[in-house]
Every structure is written in C-alpha cells, then in structure tokens.
Nanobody
Framework: QALLVESGGGLVQAGGSLTLSCAAS????????MGWFRQAPGKDREFVAG????????DVADSVKGRFTISRDNAKNTIYLHMFILKPEDTAVYYC??????????????????WGQGTQVTVSS
C-alpha cells in the first residue's frame, strides 16, 4: 500500500520560511516523479512544484518561483519543499503526490496517482 506522509507545516509570519517534508513508503517512489500541490479555502487544488524521479529536473509554479524550491532524497524516500519569503496568499493545505505513469515531469493534477493527507501552512500578515 502506497503511503505519503507530509510534515513541517505550521504558522509562520509573512517573510518567514518553512520546509515541508514528505516521507514515502510502500512502493518504489524513487522511480516516480513527485510533486507538491496546495489548496486554499474555496479554491481549487493547484500545482506548486515537481521533481523528476532522478532529481535532475524540477518545475515550479510561477506564483512561487524564486521563493520555493523542491528537492528529493531517494535514499530516504523523502521529498522536500523549501519555502522562503512566505506571503499570506501562500496559506493553504499542502499535499505531496506521486506520479507513477508519466514519462516527463508533469504539473497536471490528474497525472498524480498517490496523495498524502496534507499539512496546513498558515502565513500571518
């Protein structure tokens, strides 16, 4: 059974930083592209960042470009989302996801097969 568990969320002031972690188990996630998505109240879930299975390729949404980076450690079956210069509009539940089917790294929500339960990030102004 595939399992993704996010951690590291919390309350932070605007301008602050947080690093989210996603621990994967149950499958060979080192073969999967991985991504972070977020969902704010009343809004659709949106792509934030993705990393290829090898870690050689990354993609970051324009809304967080220059502030967020994504990385992975396949030896630990863990991916990270490093968030800097946080803004109130970054407030959302952040989800980790795994894509087992795509050849290329995708930002499409429908391409991701496994999802974590999410971790809340709240940025106060």
């Amino acid at each position: 059974q595939a399992l993704l568990v996010e951690s590291g969320g919390g309350l932070v002031q605007a301008g602050g930083s947080l690093t989210l972690s996603c621990a994967a188990s149950g499958r060979t996630f080192s073969n999967y592209h991985m991504g972070w998505f977020r969902q704010a109240p009343g809004k659709d879930r949106e792509f934030v960042a993705g990393v290829s299975w090898s870690g050689d390729s990354t993609d970051v949404a324009d809304s967080v470009k220059g502030r967020f980076t994504i990385s992975r450690d396949n030896a630990k079956n863990t991916i990270y989302l490093h968030m800097f210069i946080l803004k109130p509009e970054d407030t959302a539940v952040y989800y980790c996801a795994a894509d087992r089917r795509s050849f290329y790294l995708s930002s499409g929500i429908d391409d991701y097969d496994y999802w974590g339960q999410g971790t809340q990030v709240t940025v106060s102004s």
